[in-house]
Every structure is written in C-alpha cells, then in structure tokens.
C-alpha cells in the first residue's frame, strides 16, 4: 500500500500531514512517497524523508493521500476513483469542497469526524491542533500585553501578576489555562458546559459563574445557546471583562458560526493596553471586533485575530498530527493491503465521501 504526501497548497499553511519520524512507524508493507518539499515549511527536508526510507515524488497517485487542509480545486483533480484522502475536509461547512470530492469518486475521511471515542483517541488531530492553538494563544497574548504575567517583587516595587479571563475550556482553553498559569498569571475561565468546572479548577484557575448553564451533546460538544442565553452571556461578560488584562476566547460550536461572546461594547469598556486573542478568529471570531487574519488595535485594546494558530508552531503541529495519521492509516491497512472496514465505528464515522457502486 503506497501513502502519498503532497506539499500544502493553501497559502500560509506550513504543516505537513506526515513527518519523518512516522514514516518508520507506519509497518511493513507500507510505501510513503512525499511530494518534493512537502515538510520544508515545518523543518523536514526531503533527505529526512528519504533517510526514514520514504522516496520523492508524485503522492498523488498513492493508494492514500494524507493532507492537512482540505484539497483545492486543482489538487482534487489530480485524485482519482477508489483512492483515499485523510484531510482537515471541514465537512459541516464546506459542502463545496465535498461535493467535488464526492463526484471525484474519492474515499474522503474528515479528520473532523473520527468519533471521540477512547479507541480513537491517538487519532483525535482536532484536540492535538487546539492544544498547540491554546499554548500558542497564551504566548501570543504575553507578548502583546505591555506587562509582565507574574507577580514580581523587586527593589523597585511590586508588580502585581497579570489577570487572564479564557472563555471556552476545552482542549484549547484548557491549554491556554495551563500555560497562562505556568507564566504566573491569575487566570478565570467561563464554559457553557457546567462538567468543565472541575477541569478549569484542576488546572488552578477560577471558574467564573455567569449563571449561564448550556447542554452538552453526546459527542462532548456544547449545543449553541438560545438567543436570550446568548445575551444574557454578552451582558454578564461586559460586566466582567474590565477587569481582566488579557480574554483569550476559544469557543466553537461545531459547524456554526464561533459565537459572539465579546462585543464592541466590551471592548470599548477595556482598559488601554488589555489584550484580545481570539483563537476562534478562523470561524467568525468571538469577538465583535476581530479582523480574521488581522491584528488591529480599537479603543486601545490589541485584538489578535491570527487564523491557523496550528500553522505557527509547524514543527510540533505537524509531529502530533502525524502521529494521528499513523494510527489512522494503521487502522486502513491489513497485511500491507488497503481495506476498508465500514463496520469499524472510526472509519464509518469519519467517511464523509465515498465511491458510489453501481449495482
Ligand atoms: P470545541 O472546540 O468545539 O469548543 C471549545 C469550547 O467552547 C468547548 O468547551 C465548548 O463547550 C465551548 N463553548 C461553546 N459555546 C460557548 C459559549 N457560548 N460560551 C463559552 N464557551 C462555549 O470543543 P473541543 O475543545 O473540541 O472539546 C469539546 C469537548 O469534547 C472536550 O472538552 C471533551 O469533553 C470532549 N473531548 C473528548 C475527547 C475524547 O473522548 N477522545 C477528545 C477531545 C475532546
């Protein structure tokens, strides 16, 4: 069985879907072919590839393709019936994309929709990318705050530690938690899911209590609030928000639009210099005033709208998703052979697109 790597075609995008220390891990029987450069952006040259006993060349033609985003236009021309394609493929929201994928014949397995159970936990790429986008939005609100997050008690007085709020305490938030905490900051978090409490305080944080109890769906999602929980949430959070330094958001609903937590009124009633990093920038934002892409400044306040945080930190991104890919592709291949077994739970759950037979 032939794995294909190809380079990532979507602007920006530095992650590689397989790094070298995977290719060993994949078994015998299992041939990877990179696409000439594919890892150079996440800090793998091809003579890593090669040394780990990959070769270089067309990934297309592999019996499965392994990306990080989904494949554009071009790319999915270049697939072919039969094949199949692990990827990022945002099934809830880019029906383009899988219709095109669909009509190509393609097996396409959405990274999105591995079901959350234990046995699939080592191929769970959404919580291995949220953990490097919560540390990283840590990082990026420390560096854009223009203060320190510990306390500091030195000859020329004392400063008192910095004040985070994380709203959204799932893998992302709870990273965030974790890594603001470990920067000494005194850190808050909010979830609608009331069984994050306990998680959020574990981690030596404050759980704020915003009278706002959400439901949780089987899969461990949070349902989106109703209207008048949603403004009732906004209300509470402009109430609050003053007095943080920095609010990292990472709320998401699965398939909708990130909610507006933040609004402009909030901001506006911020102090100057305080810090927005919104981490959900990539799905509307959480934030009123968050420019996906952007960096912008409103009434004295940073709003960090940086899409693909993941992408920052290729190197370790791209280490712990291919670790996902190995334990998905291993679940693919029996004796060296491609086999689909649509009665495992994981791969039926993940098929967003597959050949249609025609009696
Ligand atoms: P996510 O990225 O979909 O959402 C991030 C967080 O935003 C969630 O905690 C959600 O409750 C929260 N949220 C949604 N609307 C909100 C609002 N209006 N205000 C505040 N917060 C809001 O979630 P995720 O990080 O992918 O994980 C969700 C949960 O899935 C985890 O906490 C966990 O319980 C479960 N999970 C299970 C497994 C597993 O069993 N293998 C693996 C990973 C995650």
Known sequence: MRVGVPKEAVPGERRVALVPETVTRLGAGVEVVVET????????????????????????????????????????????????????????????????????????????????????????????????????????????????LPMLMTAAGTIPPAKVLVLGAGVAGLQAIATARRLGAVVSSFDVRPAVREQVESLGATFLDLGIHGEETEGGYARELTEEQQAAQQAELQQRIPGFDAVITTAAVPGRRAPILVTAEAVRAMRTGSVIVDVAAETGGNCELTRPGEEVVESGVTIVGTTNLPSTMATHASQLLSRNMAAIVGLLVKDGELVLDWDDEIVAGATVTRRQVVA
Not at 52 to 73: E, I, L, N
């Open 37 to 148: 450069g594919a890892g150079a952006a996440a800090g793998f040259a091809d003579e890593a590839y090669t040394e780990a006993g990959a070769s270089v060349g067309d990934p297309w033609s592999a019996d499965v393709v392994v990306k990080v985003a989904a494949p554009t236009a071009t790319e999915t021309a270049r697939l072919h019936e039969g094949q199949v394609l692990v990827a990022f493929l945002s099934p809830l929201t880019d029906l383009e994309g899988i219709e095109r994928l669909a009509a190509a014949g393609v097996h396409g397995l959405a990274l999105e929709s591995i079901p959350r159970i234990t046995r699939a936990q080592p191929m769970d790429a959404l919580s291995s990318q949220a953990t490097v986008a919560g540390y990283k939005a840590a990082l990026l609100a420390a560096d854009r705050l223009p203060r320190f």
